[in-house]
């Protein structure tokens, strides 16, 4: 049975883009004035941006773990875990609008190492610090850098999305094996690449600071999220009659992924406060001080929510295949990492200076609402079930 796009579904990604929109505008009209209006603007940009795109990275990561690692398991959830996916050359347009934009504006404020005041040793912005990281953090090898991951990951993309419809028609192995190692290479570029992009998209708005744990805590808030939305997504389909081959052993899976990927970022989060608060190094602390002294509600509210709600509600092995306990669970966890991505940004963006109100509120709902509509399209496009998949037998009899 072909997958299509509900009323229902429809009006409900109408209705999160036309609310975004209004709340969007609403925001913009109460914030115009504000000094730090365009630096607000742009980093709401990088938030939702980064944010959405990251969650169809994290699905292409996943399905090239999946072929690297020739799992049976997953090949009755595989169109979701594409759908998924396909949202990337969205989440790279938009992105990559924002960032262009930012380019144009120096910085806007969020990137100061942009601003060529702050490299010029005659002005009197000038600031040794990023004077002496110029030779990596320079706008023209920044999106040297950008778009060389954009470019790797859309042609790893499409060439797993074309294997895929090919291997429906055509079956055997020979696509398999293809797979198999072309997702082993992605991962060798992704292993790579999802450090250095974090370091260049999230960890230079605070330039003066680094951390060598940065890239995998960033890496792990993204695959968990992305967990979260291929339950969602799944529950979603079984729920309209879809995805007949998919038992509760999947959705088990899927669960304990969700709740194994919520303790590995609250591992990073504890390992990355706990060394820098031990080591108490002044260069180090002040990434934790404006957070704290700022946010501090927030931060550990945030800290809270995507370790305690996994930890405490999805320990059971039942809890994992309750559709409403995953729903409710995961849509808690989906809005803790948004604002952790949001503490990431507005932290050493504006500081003291942000606050949630209208504008942020309504530019997550407007992302929110293309980013169902980009999935419920995608998965339009194929039949949801794998035909000729060469696992898909043992993935019909999965039993755990």
Known sequence: MEFQITKNAKNLTYGLIGAGLVLTGIGLATSMGDDHFSTRLMANGIINGFFFFSLGLGALFFLALQYATETGWYASVKRVIEAVAGFLPYGMAIFGLVLLTITFMHGAHIYIWMDPEMTDPASHHYDEIIDGKSAYLNPVFFWIRTLVYFAVYYIFLTGFKKRSLEEDRIGGTELHFKN??????????????????????????????????????????????????????????????????????????????????????????????????????????????????????????????????PMLILMSRDAKRHAGVLTFVGLVILCGHWLDVYIMVSAGSLGANAHIGALEIGMAILMAGVFIYAILNNLTKAPLTPVNHPFLDESVHHEI
């Not at 003066?208 to 339950?231: E, K």
């Not at 969602?232 to 959705?251: A, W």
């Open 180 to 309: 198999y190692r072309k997702g082993a290479t992605f991962l060798v570029f992704f292993a790579v690449f999802s450090s250095t992009s974090s370091w260049d998209w999230l960890m230079s708005i605070d330039v003066h600071w680094f951390s060598t744990l940065f890239g995998w805590y960033t890496f792990a808030g993204m695959w968990c999220s992305t967990m979260v939305v291929l339950v969602l997504t799944t529950l979603y389909l079984k729920n309209l009659g879809h995805l007949e081959k998919v038992n509760d052993s999947h959705i088990h899976d899927l669960g304990k992924w969700t709740f194994a990927t919520s303790f590995l970022w609250s591992y990073l989060f504890f390992s990355q406060f706990m060394l820098i608060w031990y080591a108490n190094i002044g260069e180090e602390v002040t990434y934790y001080q404006m957070r704290i002294e700022n946010f501090k509600v927030l931060y550990f509210s945030m800290f809270l929510i995507n370790f305690a709600f």
